[in-house]
């Protein structure tokens, strides 16, 4: 398997995830040869990089920790919500609560899971697949803080709805874009907006998360600029989170980081803008090298990671599938870096 951006893809290659339309039907299925005109459709849709097999016996998943008909479920939801936000409908709060226990039991059923996968995003799907690992990659966070399964479910609708308030930039709602080019102001309006929203149908720390996420340890977030001990735990998850996935795939930010890139950044902002501990959560959470990075390993040698958790990863050779290295986490030292 390798992740490879679309113009190195070639017809001997096949997808190695399904594609969906943002109203969740299948538009690729997984397996699918790569064809120049999937490939000019897939272009047109603005992905830049895949997963894709060179063999079609290859079995590694790039799915990342959330099944496929979770992921379906979860973005029809809150493209729904967005609307009815819109629209000044309630939200519905009883199916939020159902899709957010599905995605808890699919993110914690895996003890040593991690956040293994590079996501793929485009401009027009960004706003629901951030959300959507935003809520997994806390959960991850919240886990290994030792939360507490009701605050853990807390943590995950507020993480999922995060970022709701925007559903009142015209933007967001027409094309789900990534934002930062918006009129920062207007945007900064989308935590108090979200808090408004959430307030009516969740708890009030559901509804912090939305309206806190942004705050800073020094003073220097939005909207109140809180310090570090008036941050509630769960808007410090899932701000780091937030900024964590934004780092790594948010096409508008130009040059994307790798995993080990961003968690270096983020580290160097603790404790000033980021908590240490919390920090030291997300760490423990995503793969420092995840599904399709290829590492050269102490001699030299050079392998593409297949599969990843926090106790073991798998190694392929790249010019012989066939051929791994599985290792333990205490040999996770013989991998010397990255290679790009
Ligand atoms: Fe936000």
Redesign the pocket.
């Known amino acids: 398997m390798k992740y490879l951006p679309l113009n190195e893809i070639s017809e001997e290659m096949f997808l190695a995830h399904a594609i969906f339309g943002n109203d969740g039907r299948i538009l690729l299925t997984k397996g699918t040869r790569m064809t120049p005109s999937y490939l000019q459709r897939l272009e047109r849709m603005e992905y830049t990089h895949l997963y894709v097999y060179e063999s079609p016996d290859e079995e590694w998943d790039c799915t990342g920790p959330l099944g496929d008909k979770i992921r379906v479920e979860a973005i029809r939801i809150l493209r729904e919500s967005l609307i009815r936000v819109v629209e000044r409908k309630p939200l519905n709060e009883l199916l939020i609560s159902f899709i957010v226990e599905g995605l808890l039991k699919d993110v914690l059923q895996q003890e040593d899971r991690v956040f293994d996968i590079i996501d793929i995003k485009t401009p027009d799907n960004y706003l629901y697949n951030h959300s959507l690992n935003v809520a997994v990659i806390s959960v991850l966070m919240g886990r290994q803080l030792k939360l507490e399964q009701e605050e853990l479910k807390e943590l995950a609708i507020g993480a999922f709805l ?2 709701l ?2 559903a009142y930039i015209k933007a967001a709602i027409k094309k789900l874009q990534a934002l930062s080019a918006m009129d920062s102001a207007q ?1 900064k309006q ?2 108090k907006r ?1 808090l408004d929203i959430l307030r009516t149908s969740f708890s009030l720390k559901v509804a912090n998360i ?1 309206y806190q ?2 705050e800073r340890e020094d003073g220097s977030g939005y909207p109140l600029g809180l310090i570090g001990v008036d941050i509630p735990l769960a808007a410090k998850i899932v701000g780091i989170a ?1 900024s964590f996935d934004a780092m790594v795939s948010n096409p508008a930010y130009g040059e994307l980081l790798w995993n080990d890139q961003a968690l270096e950044k983020l580290a160097a902002e603790s404790p000033a803008k980021y908590n240490r501990t919390v920090v030291q959560a997300l760490r423990q959470s995503v793969a420092l090298y995840p599904v399709g990075s290829m590492v050269e390993l102490t001699g030299g040698e050079q392998r593409v990671v297949v599969a990843v958790s926090a106790t073991k990863i798998v190694l392929q050779n790249p010019e012989k599938i066939s051929d791994l290295l599985e290792l333990p986490v205490t040999e996770f030292s013989r991998i010397e870096k990255r290679v790009l």
């Open positions: 995060h970022d308030g925007k945007i989308h935590t979200g939305a996420h942004h937030d």
